[in-house]
C-alpha cells in the first residue's frame, strides 16, 4: 500500500458473473437441497459465511454448481435483488 494514500478510500469492485447464470445456480441448489431435506435457506447461508461446502450437498452435482461462482458474488446478487425496490 502506498503511504500517500492511506486517507483513501480504496473501491471494492468484485469481477461480474452473469446474473442470469447467478440466479439459476441458486435457484438448482435451493431446488437439490430442499430434495434431500434440507432448509436450502439456512444452507446456502452457511456456505457464503464459511466458504465450506459441505454445507451444499452433492446431490445432483450441487456442490460443483454453486462453486462456479465465488461467494462475494453470490453476496451480492443476493443484496440487489433484496434491496432492488430501494435503489
Known sequence: MN????NETMMFEPQKESEKSIENILTTVYKLLDEKGYNPINQIIGYILSDDPTY??????????IRQVDRDDLLEELLKTYLKDLM
Open 3 to 6: 503511504k500517500d494514500h492511506v
Open 56 to 65: 451444499i450437498t452433492s446431490h445432483g452435482n450441487a456442490r460443483n454448481i
